[in-house]
């Protein structure tokens, strides 16, 4: 993997400013054995050149005396550029008293005039923009001892030094990662794991170069490559599969692949890497799919989410959160009744308007932010329920969402008792909702938790019951008061006998376990009458009612 | 077509001025051609004529620069005692200094027919 060559290989851009035409030939003359040269004629046009940005130059060569704009006014300017201060000057004069002005002004070095012998010129400048490249690279390990890629600070200086040599050439950012590395890990050993690392990095680099690239290894399992824009890499995933497959023996290991393509080079390349990590992560866990090209609206959806991220605190502050109640009738008796209610959270931006759920839960769920808000609704729910208990003299149990990171709050009781406590409330008041995925992850912590809460007297409800993946050994041992079945069955139950057969399962398992169950997403008469048939107890939905405002749903509970 | 031979007849320190063209005979003597193309001996003697002498050092500044490069020692004397004049804005007769470019100039460019 000679990336370092390749980098060396590449021409280095000498700007040489000079109103004198034969002075600027004779100087390019000398340079262009090993430079790509341009030329500007005064001040004026070297500055434009710089300013584009159009591939970076490695060193400027500055005649000072020139018309339009001398070189002191060029030098000026660049050291009032941040982006161009990082390129040395060498001036080029005859005069003594200049050379202490430019000095003064960040002249790197001096070429008299006439001239120097060819390899003096020559000689200095190599000396220059060597200096120049490395004093930019920080001084630290410079390849990643087990896969042979550069370490993440000198990668990213490389793929700036690629911008500057290879100018508008379009070039690629890559994100490859080994979906479930940990696992392969813990499986195989960590020598085996190392093994598969060094196999997927040198696999990647051949496949998608060898020529052209540079790689690095910044993180764990993660591969980020700079590399020029191809159209396709749509076999690549397979190949190194295969490879891996082939050298290993381990089957079944799977890449996948965030590409951020034809950069836009006027971005850092952090933040390039950062998009096409970006993709990559977006398909983590999706066994349909291992490459996804960064998109605009991707970006557009990135930013979106950390408007969300950053706007939470003041929706909680300004009250632009709002907890809504959706009711839940008991079905068993002749006539429907209203036997208890779900709070859901409802988010009025001022100025995005109504936020769906559906937008800003599972971001919050995945950054651990879920916890304020399922805090707030918490506290909501339970302010709300007392002062209906005060203002009617009744209310209905409400249930509330627990997610995952509550489950290792060590506070999660008393925040709860307190809640109670202060609102006047009972544990019968306060129901608890956790998602059967969260049990899937830590079975054991969770049923420590819910035993706890239901020691002092809190109903918790199973939610999205079907979707997880618990075993029936599982469901028979852990303690829940009520299953709620995921709407997805119960929207396709009339459509395909499968979601039939689920239902009755559900319903079944329910029967077994003593407990009843609570369907969701009903939306018509024909669902509520088929459920009962099947001996389902509670109906949540459209078909009563959408979640409604508290002010609202005050009639529910005056109609009883 | 000038040889190198000419060039050292006429007083150019040619090996020094070769040399910044790395040997390549052909460019240092298309070096040369421009040289003696330059407007700015031309624009020199007008500046001088009408006294401009913050314009005429300029001038031959720029031009002893080129000169010395090439080596053109003959052309570039002249100029650049003509320059050190400049620098501190004599005003004296510069009549000689221009005819003696003059000269060597018309001598270089028939070299180079």
């Known amino acids: ?560 | 077509m000038a040889t190198m031979e000419d060039l050292r007849a006429y007083g150019a320190n040619v090996d020094e001025g070769l040399a910044r063209c790395i040997n390549n005979e052909g460019f240092y003597l298309k070096m040369i051609g421009k040289a003696v193309e330059d407007s700015s001996f031309e624009d020199l003697e007008k500046a001088i004529e009408v006294k401009d002498y913050a314009q005429a050092f300029e001038l031959a500044h720029a031009l002893k620069g080129v000169l010395a490069n090439l080596a053109l020692t003959p052309l570039h004397d002249p100029v650049c005692e003509m320059v050190e004049l400049l620098r501190s804005k004599t005003d004296t007769d510069y009549s000689s200094y221009l005819e003696r470019i003059r000269t060597k100039k018309a001598e270089l460019e028939s070299l180079l027919q």
């Open chain 1, 1 to 560: 993997m000679n990336e370092l060559g390749y980098i060396e290989s590449l021409k280095r851009r000498i700007l040489i400013v000079d109103d004198e035409e034969i002075n600027r030939e004779i100087l390019g003359h000398i340079l262009e054995q090993n430079y790509e040269i341009a030329y500007a004629d005064n001040g004026e046009t070297a500055m434009s050149m710089l300013e584009d940005g159009g591939g970076r130059f490695s060193l400027i060569l500055l005649d000072l005396l020139m018309p339009v704009m001398d070189g002191f006014t060029v030098l000026e300017r660049i050291r009032g550029n941040e982006r161009l201060t990082g390129i040395p000057v060498i001036v080029m004069t005859s005069e003594k008293p200049a050379e202490v002005r430019s000095i003064k002004l960040g002249a790197d070095d001096f070429i008299t005039k006439p001239y120097d012998m060819p390899e003096v010129i020559l000689a200095r400048c190599e000396r220059i923009i060597q200096l120049y490249e490395d004093k930019s690279i920080i001084r630290s390990a410079e390849k990643d001892d087990l896969t042979g890629l550069y370490t993440r600070e000198f990668f990213q200086e490389y793929v700036t030094r690629i911008d500057t040599y290879v100018g508008n050439r379009p070039m690629d950012a890559v994100v490859c990662n080994i979906e479930h590395f940990h696992m392969l890990n813990e499986m195989y050993g960590r020598k085996k794991g190392d093994r598969v690392l060094q196999a997927t990095a040198a696999a990647l680099f051949s496949l998608l170069g060898p020529e052209d690239i540079i790689g690095s290894r910044p993180d764990a399992d993660y591969y980020y490559f700079y590399l020029p824009h191809r159209d396709s890499y749509e076999e690549i995933p397979e190949l190194v599969q295969a490879r891996l497959a082939e050298r290993i023996g381990i089957p079944g290991i799977r890449i996948r692949m965030g590409i951020y393509q034809t950069v836009n080079k006027t971005r850092p390349a952090e933040h390039r890497f950062d998009h096409a990590k970006l993709a990559c992560d977006r398909i983590r866990g999706d066994y349909t799919r291992q490459i996804l090209v960064y998109s605009r609206e991707m970006n557009e959806r990135d930013l979106y989410e950390e408007r969300l991220i950053h706007d939470i605190d003041a929706a909680i502050a300004n009250r632009d959160l709002i907890v809504y109640y959706q009711p839940k009738y008991n079905i068993r008796g002749e006539e429907p009744q209203l036997c208890s209610a779900e709070a859901l959270i409802r988010w009025r931006h001022p100025e995005l308007g109504m936020i769906s759920p559906g937008d800003f839960i599972p971001l919050f769920e995945s950054n651990g932010l879920i916890q304020k808000l399922d805090h707030y609704v918490w506290e909501e729910a339970a302010a709300q329920i007392g002062r209906w208990k005060k203002e009617l003299g009744r209310a209905v149990p409400v249930s509330v969402n627990m997610s995952r990171v509550d489950i290792y709050d060590p506070e999660l009781e008393q925040r709860f008792l307190g809640l109670l406590q202060e609102n006047d409330l009972t544990p019968a008041d306060l129901m608890l909702e956790v998602t059967e995925s969260a049990y899937a992850d830590d079975a054991q912590g969770l049923i420590d938790v819910v035993n706890r809460l239901r020691e002092q007297g809190f109903r918790i409800e199973m939610d999205d019951f079907g979707t997880g993946y618990s075993s029936l050994n599982m469901i028979t041992t852990i303690p829940i008061d009520v299953l709620k079945m995921d709407m997805i069955f119960i929207r396709n139950m009339n459509r395909d006998e499968k979601s039939l057969r689920l239902v009755e399962l559900v319903l079944e398992i329910a029967e077994f376990l003593k407990v009843p169950v609570v369907a969701e997403g009903v939306e018509d008469k024909a669902q509520v009458e088929q459920l009962r048939k099947m001996g389902c107890d509670i109906i949540q939905g459209y078909y009563f009612s959408k979640p409604v405002p508290p002010e609202e749903f005050e009639a529910f509970i005056r109609k009883g």
